[in-house]
């Protein structure tokens, strides 16, 4: 069994240990040492990394009460110095505390459990068992959660029979046998059984911020992040904020009236250029119309978009022509017809578009396709005029 550092002090990340023995495995090495700083996967809590006499430690896991450290190199001496990377001890310890303190106070306001965790490297994650969470709510338990956090309680370990175990407020149902790590956080907020690496008093936590929840197998999952991620997380957008207001040539407070009078503008111009466009078609229709003196209406247009052509055949879909509209800018193609000629447009795109690169589909009278380049397209387009 390997006596374990890292419940004697969750911050104890140097220490020098015993090696116990080394087993080779394909290309690395598995360390076993007596006594570790180092703490392997597990409760949801990736492990440590780190040195081992300066030799990179890549991975820490535990079988049997026996903990490896995978390495690359085997170290040299019986007696070697190891060196926990203590930013990301805290980083893990943070968020795995601020995971438990989230969980009781989605409990006690909500009585709701945490059916699942996972720490990850840029947030954690837990899934909540309640299925319509709303925004009121969640501000309401990230107001308690970071409460118990300002209290700045005593958190303690220690470790139990089961059947001990049993005896005390859970917050949720112990599924594992024989003796059970117990993680108690102040005198009421969280009982809990875990494996995990915890903070001494709840206030180490620092902060808790929800940055956003959904609707997940039924539950809802939230995201969060904790401590000096947290922290990150509001320098960055501290700067998009500021960056923004500045761009605006206003306050903080003001971003959000000027992007609303900004949309307003935007969608009051947007149904002008629409309406430019419809007068603009309708006017390139009827000269269509006028040059054309075969079955076919052929156009390319170099400038004009998409919806361009799109309005333009809305003007030209009853005329009894073969429709074939492109344009260069978006590299997209419309083929119709109104219904007179012998094909369907869609089964066409279908059976040929993929030997010109071409993705798209439509029905009997209208399809259209996008284009990987313009040569693709023209080549379509002149399919489509010698076979039809």
Not at 112 to 117: E, L
Not at 138 to 161: D, H, M, P
């Amino acid at each position: 069994m390997t006596e374990k550092l890292f419940y004697e002090d969750p911050y104890i990340c140097e220490a020098e240990c015993e090696v116990e023995d080394i087993i080779k495995k394909d290309d690395k090495f598995e360390i076993i040492l007596k006594s570790t700083p180092f703490y392997p996967e597990g409760g949801g809590q990736p492990s440590d990394t780190g040195f081992i006499d300066n030799i990179r430690v890549e991975y820490v896991h535990e079988e049997n009460d026996m903990i490896y450290h995978v390495m690359g190199e085997k170290p040299s001496k019986s007696l070697v110095k190891c060196k926990v990377d203590f930013q990301r001890r805290v980083d893990h310890i943070q968020q795995h505390s601020g995971e438990h303190l989230m969980s009781a106070a989605f409990f006690k306001l909500y009585k709701v459990s945490n059916a699942g965790f996972h720490l990850g490297v840029d947030y954690v994650t837990i899934d909540i068992e309640m299925k319509d969470i709303t925004e009121e709510m969640i501000r309401k338990v990230e107001i308690e959660a970071n409460s118990y956090i300002f209290r700045n309680e005593i958190v303690k370990t220690y470790f139990l029979s089961k059947e001990e175990a049993l005896k005390l407020p859970l917050r949720k149902e112990i599924k594992a046998e024989g003796t059970i790590r117990m993680v108690q956080m102040g005198e009421s907020i969280d009982y809990s059984a875990c494996c995990g690496t915890q903070v001494n008093r709840t206030g180490e936590v620092g902060i808790i911020k929800i940055i956003k929840w959904e609707k997940n197998k039924g539950m809802t999952r939230v995201y969060i992040k904790c401590g000096w991620r947290a922290l990150k997380d509001y320098e960055l957008k501290h700067e998009y904020v500021t960056d923004i207001a500045r761009g605006f040539s206003v306050d903080d407070s003001g971003i959000i009236e000027k992007i609303k009078g900004q949309n307003e503008t935007i969608e009051d111009l947007r149904k002008e250029v629409s309406n430019l466009y419809s007068k603009i078609a309708s006017k390139e229709a009827e000269a269509l119309i006028e040059s054309s003196d075969t079955k076919f209406i052929i156009k390319e247009y170099n400038e004009e978009g998409f919806d361009f052509l799109d309005k333009l055949y809305e003007k030209l879909k009853d005329t009894e022509s073969i429709l074939i509209l492109s344009s260069i800018k978006d590299k997209k193609l419309i083929l119709a017809q109104n219904g007179s000629f012998d094909f369907q447009c869609g089964k066409l795109f279908k059976e040929k578009l993929k030997e010109f690169d071409g993705r798209g589909g439509g029905n009997a009278k209208r399809a259209q396709a996008s284009f990987q380049d313009i040569a693709s397209m023209q080549s379509f387009a002149e399919y489509l005029k010698s076979n039809l």
